[in-house]
């Protein structure tokens, strides 16, 4: 799903799911959000909803009051209030009763509380006419949300908040990069994947720069049908807030040198961040070349010549190498965390064709259980503890991502390679879901 930056369904597991489900209106999202929940998965809800929702299995219900209570969740009970109608009117609880069933839910800190209300709901639905496997089946589901299982109200809103991030992404993508950037840090991402996102949209993004840049991210003008977004000098590692509201707060015009910027009183430590940075582009100096004459501090001009270059001839005629994109690309990333450049990976893409391993954009068009080889950088490492040991990876490369499944006897045999490396090649069977 393309959902990277939106509130709530940005995880892994929330992108798997999405295709899946493919919510049609409002209360899909709030089922959406609740659905992929330790509670619900291992209450063993999800996959009944979706063979309900997909037609593969049909929608009963035991009894017309069960009809009105989980109507809208196809028969499933995903939410803690329909944990309390059911308690109440299939098993004979008084409201306090559910009262203290949905207290026993509402944190996982308590998992085991939930049992203790066992054999009240089995024999109270047994009374009422309801088969032992369905009153089995019904407390399973209940206990699970022992496990973190959502009320629906907080579901709700937290749909709410899901549509609007989703709507500004789609229509406004300029702004929601922008608008995530000046937040981070925060969610799944990092700035690396919310520019790269960014540029897949159509949005013109362009790099930190001494004579256009302010502390925030902000948008300039449009560029095609987005406005274009100015990386800001908050994406620069080690520069000071303060140092770069007296830069651009002294920027009456544009700075012609490294001198106009030291008479602006701009530290030599954030020059050298800055020249790091490549933020110098403006001025005609790449990164290797505004490194060279920030360090000659000494020689900045005073008095009458203030602001003007140093006039040594002999350090004028020095030539200095280029620099390769590729270093170019890991000081990108040293000093920014993102490139704008190239990706890494694509440095190594020769390499990797070698190796039979494929980009990820290929992978639409491999068969499911085909086995591949994939590559790229390390973006998210996860292993709930209600995973069984499973961690789940998320890749990227020069042209898409991939998410890993690593079962628990692989883990532990590469956990040094799991836990660490920026860098991964793998090999596995292709897992497709929902064509």
Same mark, same amino acid.
Request: proline share 4%; aromatic share 10%.
């Given at each position: !799903?393309?959902t990277i930056g939106v509130f709530q369904i940005e995880s892994r597991a929330q992108q798997s799911m999405l295709p899946r489900l493919r919510p049609?209106?409002?209360?899909?999202?709030?089922?959406?959000?609740?659905?992929?929940?330790?509670?619900?998965?291992?209450?063993?809800?999800?996959?009944?909803?979706?063979?309900?929702?997909?037609?593969?299995?049909?929608?009963?219900?035991?009894?017309?009051?069960? #009809?009105?209570?989980?109507?809208?969740?196809?028969?499933?009970?995903? &939410?803690?209030?329909?944990?309390?109608?059911?308690?109440?009117?299939?098993?004979?609880?008084?409201?306090?009763?559910?009262? $203290?069933?949905?207290?026993?839910?509402?944190?996982?800190?308590?998992?085991?509380?939930?049992?203790?209300? #066992?054999?009240?709901?089995?024999?109270?639905?047994?009374?009422?006419?309801? +088969?032992?496997?369905?009153?089995?089946?019904? &407390?399973?589901?209940?206990?699970?949300?022992?496990?973190?299982?959502?009320?629906?109200?907080?579901?709700?809103?937290?749909?709410?908040?899901?549509?609007?991030?989703?709507?500004?992404?789609?229509?406004?993508?300029?702004?929601?990069?922008?608008?995530?950037?000046?937040?981070?840090?925060?969610?799944?991402?990092?700035?690396?994947?919310?520019?790269?996102?960014?540029?897949?949209?159509?949005?013109?993004?362009?790099?930190?720069?001494?004579? &256009?840049?302010?502390?925030?991210?902000?948008?300039?003008?449009?560029?095609?049908?987005?406005?274009?977004?100015?990386?800001?000098?908050?994406?620069?590692?080690?520069?000071?807030?303060?140092?770069?509201?007296?830069?651009?707060?002294?920027?009456?015009?544009?700075?012609?040198?490294?001198?106009?910027?030291?008479?602006?009183?701009?530290?030599?430590?954030?020059? #050298?961040?800055? !020249?790091?940075?490549?933020?110098?582009?403006?001025?005609?100096?790449?990164?290797?070349?505004?490194?060279?004459?920030?360090?000659?501090?000494?020689?900045?001009?005073?008095?009458?010549?203030?602001?003007?270059?140093?006039?040594?001839?002999?350090?004028?005629?020095?030539?200095?190498?280029?620099?390769?994109?590729?270093?170019?690309?890991?000081?990108?990333?040293?000093?920014?965390?993102?490139?704008?450049?190239?990706?890494?990976?694509?440095?190594?893409?020769?390499?990797?064709?070698?190796?039979?391993?494929?980009?990820?954009?290929?992978? +639409?068009?491999?068969?499911?259980?085909?086995?591949?080889?994939?590559?790229?950088?390390?973006?998210?490492?996860?292993?709930?503890?209600?995973?069984?040991?499973?961690?789940?990876?998320?890749? $990227?490369?020069?042209?898409?991502?991939?998410?890993?499944?690593?079962?628990?006897?692989?883990?532990?045999? &590469?956990?040094?390679?799991?836990?660490?490396?920026?860098?991964?090649?793998?090999?596995?069977?292709?897992?497709?879901?929902?064509?």
């Open positions: !799903a393309d049609r209106c409002f209360y899909d999202l709030v089922i959406e959000v609740a659905i992929v929940r330790p509670g619900p998965i291992q209450g063993d809800m999800v996959h009944p909803y979706l063979r309900r929702r997909n037609g593969e299995e049909p929608i009963e219900y035991p009894s017309k009051e069960l #009809e009105e209570i989980l109507g809208r969740t196809l028969g499933v009970p995903l &939410f803690q209030e329909q944990a309390m109608k059911i308690a109440i009117v299939a098993a004979g609880f008084t409201p306090a009763e559910a009262d $203290e069933l949905r207290r026993s839910m509402a944190t996982f800190k308590l998992k085991g509380m939930v049992t203790q209300f #066992e054999q009240k709901l089995i024999n109270g639905m047994l009374e009422r006419g309801y +088969t032992a496997e369905y009153a089995q089946r019904v &407390f399973k589901q209940l206990e699970g949300f022992g496990s973190y299982g959502f009320p629906e109200s907080h579901a709700a809103s937290f749909a709410l908040l899901v549509y609007v991030s989703s709507w500004i992404k789609c229509y406004y993508p300029d702004v929601f990069a922008c608008a995530l950037l000046n937040s981070m840090p925060m969610g799944f991402y990092q700035p690396a994947q919310i520019v790269i996102d960014a540029r897949k949209h159509g949005v013109e993004v362009r790099p930190v720069d001494i004579n &256009f840049s302010i502390w925030d991210n902000r948008l300039e003008e449009k560029s095609g049908k987005y406005c274009a977004l100015r990386l800001g000098f908050r994406q620069v590692k080690g520069l000071r807030e303060e140092d770069m509201v007296l830069l651009s707060g002294r920027r009456v015009q544009s700075y012609k040198n490294i001198s106009a910027l030291r008479e602006a009183g701009v530290p030599e430590a954030a020059l #050298e961040k800055l !020249a790091d940075a490549d933020a110098f582009m403006s001025i005609g100096l790449d990164r290797r070349q505004a490194l060279w004459e920030v360090s000659t501090k000494n020689d900045t001009p005073v008095a009458l010549f203030a602001g003007q270059d140093a006039a040594d001839i002999s350090e004028k005629n020095i030539c200095l190498p280029g620099m390769s994109q590729s270093e170019h690309v890991v000081h990108d990333y040293a000093s920014t965390a993102l490139s704008l450049k190239a990706h890494p990976v694509s440095f190594v893409r020769e390499k990797l064709d070698q190796f039979d391993i494929r980009p990820t954009k290929e992978l +639409t068009g491999v068969q499911d259980g085909q086995l591949i080889k994939v590559a790229g950088l390390v973006l998210v490492r996860q292993r709930p503890g209600t995973a069984g040991g499973v961690c789940f990876m998320t890749i $990227e490369d020069e042209t898409g991502f991939a998410n890993l499944v690593i079962f628990e006897t692989l883990f532990e045999k &590469f956990r040094k390679e799991v836990l660490q490396s920026k860098l991964i090649m793998v090999e596995g069977k292709l897992q497709r879901e929902g064509d």
